[in-house]
């Protein structure tokens, strides 16, 4: 009947008077006021899934080639000082940024806290390799002369006494986000080396050090 009708129409238009949301996230802007009149197909809110964040990063195409999919990223964001947040490569753009020599390159990251908030800047490290127990110097401590890449140890030369040893090493990794060498071989875990730069060291000098 017609009343049954009715019926049936209040209940829907009932039912449309309520908004679900599609995800779990947060009111990142609202196009409507409370009592406004709101048109058929009209944007009410914008919604943020903040526990998901994407960083766009540019970088230069002579890099990208050394670039791939789900390549582990370090991330620094302005306002969060030394925190760094971890984030892996989703996606690479196909061409270059229009006007520039530039690459977009898209990192997904965790944002549990929902400590991220979109349109941060921040600048990251992509991680190209890894090696794990390795034996590392800072790169200062590393010199490079006619004879080759060497760093400086300390030694016992009896009692309080050290000396120093010039020690031929042979580097891996250099190019590191601690800013550190690795050292394949030459360099025992655990002895002392000489990092401060600017110092003229040569094999044998007598040293000792302060406080000990």
């Known amino acids: 009947s017609a009343y049954e009708q009715q019926v049936i129409m209040a209940r829907k238009a009932l039912s449309d008077a309520v908004v679900v949301a599609p995800i779990d996230g947060v009111i990142a802007d609202r196009m409507v006021n409370p009592g406004e009149r709101a048109p058929v197909d009209g944007r009410l809110f914008a919604i943020a899934d903040l526990g998901i964040m994407e960083m766009e990063a540019l970088v230069p195409a002579r ?46 990251l965790a944002n549990p806290d929902f400590s991220l908030r979109g349109g941060m800047f921040g600048s990251g490290e992509a991680i190209l390799a890894e090696a794990r127990h390795a034996v590392a110097v800072p790169y200062e401590a590393l010199r490079t002369d006619a004879k080759g890449p060497h760093v400086f140890v300390l030694v016992q030369n009896g009692g309080t006494l050290e000396k120093i040893e010039r020690r031929a090493v042979t580097p891996g990794l250099t190019e590191t986000i601690q800013g550190k060498v690795e050292i394949l071989q030459g360099l025992r875990d655990g002895e002392t080396v000489v990092a401060t730069p600017g110092l003229r060291l040569s094999d044998g000098t007598p040293a000792r050090v302060a406080g000990r």
Do not use: A, C
Request: hydrophobic letters at 30%.
């Open 63 to 108: 890099d990208v080639p050394r670039l791939k999919l789900g390549q582990k990223v370090s991330l620094r964001v302005e306002g969060f000082g030394e925190r760094e947040f971890q984030g892996r490569i989703e996606r690479i753009n196909p061409t270059v940024q229009s006007g520039s020599r530039s690459i977009p390159v898209y990192i997904r």
